[in-house]
């Protein structure tokens, strides 16, 4: 780490005329970094390139926090760009250079041994690329009842409305309820979708991993911000592509980063080199790291397809979710960032994006299962369920308003 690496290679890294520029604030900051918590650090660092530039000295102390979060690929990322920068200063230095590639080749060799160890375990679900599964043309209708949610959502939420925002407010809670990211009570979920975000108050539960409501409600303001960047995508699903995918897994992700270790917002696991095995009741294997931006582009590329073409838009959301989530792109926000893209074709035909409320999991899980082994029915209804328990809620929400109004 670099709190322990020798004085000479900070010496090498430091610029006099940027670090004579910085407020009398940051320096005091940087003199005091290693008494802060990680994620402080990555926000100070974070800004001071962003207002700095890309200089050596605050790229390398970025990757220390990043190595101290557990992702040392990225880490020696970052340690290269700093070696570049150096080197465009005019500065080189073989010290830093063997010091550099000791650490990118020493972040290799985790790396590959991670994934060797990952390729001994007993998976239940051996991993698939996407040309292997089939798509559901056994499902040409979309569920029972669909025409009901379709003519309900047109009529009490049309786009900008108060109902369609209420939607969306639910939906970024229950999105991170579904992933444990923090669970909040009841009242308090009621109030957040009633008041919205920025009013309304956060209660969460006993066993919520998350226990700060200023934090909670940037993941919440996050959370709507990804989904507002689908807007696009639903008139033109042809600019589904791997950038764009990334771009909304960084919006996503952006106060998400530092919960449990690091996450790299909008980089995908061939740039982090992370190996994913899912745990849980079986193991679960998922795309090799080397593999995953290609297998990425053609998820986009198929995807792109069958939204235009297939009439059942609760079909085409349950194939591109299940290749998506095994594909398991990123280090972390995979479940969320899936249901956001199988939203775009059920929004392209008019329906609301995917909303499941905690007491769908089971059902959504075994869902994704029967997915996997060629039934795409029981999680295309698993999404229909999800709509009807959201606007069910949301009716009821509306009423409840309406007759506190007219009290």
């Given at each position: 780490?670099?709190?322990?690496t ?45 207002r ?32 570049a920068?150096?080197r ?21 060799k ?57 939607y ?5 809670i ?9 669970l909040?009570?009841e ?41 507002d ?49 899912i ?5 679960i294997?998922?795309c ?24 059942n ?95």
């Open positions: 780490m670099l709190f322990s020798s004085i000479r290679i900070l010496q090498i890294l430091q610029d006099p005329d940027v670090t004579a520029n910085i407020t009398d604030e940051e320096r005091s900051q940087i003199h005091l970094v290693a008494k802060l918590p990680l994620d402080q650090r990555l926000y100070l660092f974070e800004g001071l390139i962003e700095y530039g890309p200089q050596p000295y605050f790229l390398a102390q970025l990757a220390d926090v990043v190595s101290s979060a557990g992702s040392s690929s990225v880490a020696s990322t970052l340690w290269q760009k700093a070696q920068e150096l465009l200063k005019g500065k080189i230095s073989p010290e830093f250079d063997q010091y550099v590639e000791d650490l990118v080749n020493d972040a290799k985790e790396a590959d041994e991670i994934w060797m160890r990952s390729l001994k375990l007993t998976c239940a679900q051996e991993w698939k690329p996407t040309r292997k599964f089939s798509f559901p043309v056994q499902l040409p209708k979309a569920p029972e009842g669909h025409d009901v949610i379709l003519s309900e959502w047109k009529f009490f939420a049309p786009s900008g409305s108060q109902m369609f925002t209420a969306l407010k639910k939906l970024a229950e999105t991170n309820h579904i992933e444990s990211t923090f909040l009570t009242g308090s979920t009621r109030d957040l979708v009633r008041r919205g975000i920025s009013e309304g108050a956060v209660s969460y539960l006993d066993d919520s991993a998350l226990k700060d409501p200023a934090k909670i409600k940037s993941i919440l303001n996050d959370t709507l911000a990804a989904y960047l689908l807007e696009p995508l639903v008139d033109r699903p042809e600019g589904l592509d791997v950038p764009t995918i990334c771009q909304i897994h960084a919006r996503l992700m952006k106060n998400c980063r530092m919960l449990e270790g690091y996450v790299a917002a909008g980089e995908t696991r061939s740039a982090t080199r992370k190996t994913v095995v745990q849980g009741a079986y193991k294997q998922c090799p790291f080397v593999e995953v931006d290609e297998e990425l582009e053609y998820i986009c590329k198929m995807s792109k397809q069958w939204i235009k073409s297939w009439a838009p609760f079909a085409t959301a349950a194939w591109i979710h299940l290749i998506l989530v095994r594909c398991h792109p990123f280090d972390d926000g995979n479940g969320r960032l899936t249901r956001i893209v199988a939203s775009i074709p059920l929004m392209r035909s008019g329906y609301p994006p995917i909303c499941l409320s905690l007491n769908r999991r089971s059902q959504y899980y075994q869902g994704i299962q029967k997915a996997y082994d060629g039934d795409y029915s029981a999680l295309a209804q698993c999404f229909f369920d999800g709509m009807c328990d959201t606007l069910d809620t949301l009716k009821l929400l509306d009423e409840s308003m309406s007759n506190e109004m007219g009290a």
